[in-house]
């Protein structure tokens, strides 16, 4: 809860740089890299439609005569086997290269979010899933004396903005004494 009303607090201070940090993060690795995949998309499609011409090329072959049929079918494999791989490179780069695309949103869908929750009275399931991705609670360190645990929040939409307030992991420490059994 802390964590969501600093974050809150640290966004509404000034939006407007806020965004603009978040644009320069995403923009300069993200063009580079949907401009890669693009390329990279185009050349498994012309690698795929060469292999269909190859695979007919193949057929013919092996219909005249030309070629054994141990050799038809190894060669036959082979090429279906680099297609599949190809039509599945496609879908997957596809897809991420949209994704990519639907990120430019997602700066503004996460300041309305900060304006939705101004003051965040109680944490809420509701709250915690429309904020936080996921949560990473690390082992206990207890070498101090105390149980220190270490708790790392990751939000959604912000994963590569430098927010000062988030930087940091949460450390939870436990005061509570040990329980005697009997």
Known sequence: MERIQAVNAYIRQDVESFQEEWLQCRRSDQERNIREDRKRVEQAKKRLADLDVLLSRLYEDFV???????????????????QERLKLEIEVTEEW?????????????????????????????????????????????????????????YFNFVDDV???VISEPVVAKSTLGRRKTA
């Open 64 to 82: 005249l005569g030309d070629l054994s049929k141990e050799r038809y079918k190894k060669m036959t494999a082979d090429y279906e086997a680099e």
């Open 97 to 153: 290269l949209e994704t990519q695309e639907t990120m430019s949103a997602d700066v503004d869908a996460f300041v309305a979010l900060t304006q939705k929750y101004v003051d965040v009275p109680e944490l809420t399931p509701t709250i915690v899933n429309e904020y936080i991705k996921k949560i990473e609670v690390f082992a206990p360190d207890k070498s101090s004396g105390k149980r220190v645990q270490k708790v790392k929040i």
């Open 162 to 164: 430098e927010i000062p």
